[in-house]
């Protein structure tokens, strides 16, 4: 079973990303996991944070020559911001440890600040938010660009792009094209293919940065190429649709997901929405009349593109702060505020991805096991006959 761990604070020496399972023989570009963990710095909205850190992948197991060799896979993603917490965050104990001058006590509200606070029983909301930063998803992204590496074996891509911000939308489909395109930008704006549409979501962004507020928005993750069965509709837990939620879910900051066209589906007859089957017999395959479905029937993938979208509330740290309480007094207090982003949405599109390929990737090892790349080929490829002459 191919599984991930991370570990690490924001604002600690490093964050470290484990990733076991991949057979041996993967070839592994470390450039090519450096630009997604770029790409994931990247977009109009970020805050100070992103000036300091230049994130880079430093491996240091399970691969060899530039291919992996089949044990866990380890890597380190160093925060240069820790600099600047050595005396705040000390691994032991110091006397003088500067701790109490970053004490977090005015809960965010929409941050796990709080819960987490009474729930781990520090009246220092600081030991939380280190872990529920969504700094961590950097080691997703080096996770997941791993697992793109080796989808990418078996024809399998994986894009993203922004359809929304706060009241901006995009209002049309984008072509595979228009994301290729997307992804190789070395500058990168709101992370929309359409430059007037982009326009109007970066002006949303300008409003919040004027008044002291945040927004959120939705990513559109786009899979291409994933063989037809990937998943199961056998049991709750092998639907790939419901695990696909929720990695999406479980992003910092996402409240929401979807798979097709699930929310316009819902207020439409079921004529309208369910994706008609054809035949083309001189390619000998089954084709759709359209793919509302988002790529997946049965909780099983059925060929088509899979369609995932994120949605994401406004961050939760506000420079024109919301009302609190102080843990210490009880007193009424604004929630804290050091610096923050204001809008994330273009990142969240590349985190998206990352969590779709590590899902994507568990569920190809599954169907076709194979503890080095050439046996999980030959399973693939025989299926992939099999499906042919079905
Ligand atoms: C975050 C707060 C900010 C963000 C951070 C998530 O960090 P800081 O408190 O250091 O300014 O920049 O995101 C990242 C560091 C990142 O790499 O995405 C939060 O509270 O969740």
Redesign the pocket.
């Known amino acids: 079973m191919l599984r991930f761990e991370t570990a690490g604070e ?2 600690g020496e490093c964050l470290v990303a484990t990733l076991t399972g991949l057979p041996a023989g993967v070839p592994v570009s470390v450039a090519q996991i450096d630009r997604e963990l770029w790409r ?2 990247q977009g109009y909205g ?5 000036k300091i ?1 230049t ?1 880079r992948v430093h491996l240091v197991a399970g691969v060899r020559h530039s291919i992996t060799i089949g044990s866990p896979v380890a890597m380190l993603l160093a925060n240069k ?1 820790w600099k600047n917490w050595t005396e705040v965050l000390p691994v032991e104990a110091a006397p003088d440890s500067e701790e109490k001058k970053k004490q977090v006590t005015r809960p965010r509200p929409g ?1 796990a600040d709080l819960a987490g606070a009474i729930k781990y029983n520090f009246h220092d909301a600081r030991y939380i ?1 280190e872990r ?4 961590e ?2 080691a997703r992204v080096a996770v997941g660009a791993l697992c793109k590496q080796f989808l990418a074996q078996f024809g399998v891509g994986i894009l993203s792009h922004v359809i929304q911000v706060g009241s901006a939308t995009l209002g049309r489909p984008a072509a595979w094209e228009e994301l290729v395109a997307l992804r190789e930008r070395d500058e990168v704006l709101l992370g929309c293919v359409d430059p007037e549409a982009e326009q109007r979501m970066k002006e949303v962004v300008d409003e919040a940065y004027r008044t002291g507020d945040t927004v959120g928005g939705v990513f559109e993750v786009v899979v291409r190429g994933a063989p037809v069965g990937l998943g199961s509709h056998i049991a709750w837990d092998t639907r790939l649709d419901g695990r696909l939620a929720q990695a999406i879910v479980s992003m ?1 900051a996402v409240k929401g997901v979807e798979i097709g066209f699930a929310a316009e589906g819902s207020a439409h007859f079921g004529s309208r929405v369910q994706d008609t089957i054809h035949y083309r017999r001189e390619e000998r395959r089954f084709t759709r009349g359209a793919n509302r479905a988002g790529g997946l029937e049965g909780g099983m993938t059925n060929g088509e593109d899979i369609l995932v979208r994120g949605m994401l509330k406004p961050i939760s ?1 506000l420079r024109r702060p919301l009302e609190s309480v102080d843990l210490l007094t009880r007193e009424p207090s604004p929630a804290a505020y ?4 204001v809008c ?1 949405v273009p ?1 969240a599109g590349v985190i998206g991805e990352a969590m779709v390929a590590f899902v994507l990737a568990q569920a190809l090892l599954e169907k076709f096991g194979g503890d080095s790349l050439a046996e999980t080929r030959r399973n693939f490829e025989g299926y992939q006959r099999q499906v042919q002459e079905f």
């Open positions: 924001s604002h994931r710095q970020r805050g100070g944070r992103m850190e994130d911001d941050h938010l529920a930063s969504a700094r998803t950097t910092q740290t050091e610096r923050s982003d994330v990142a």
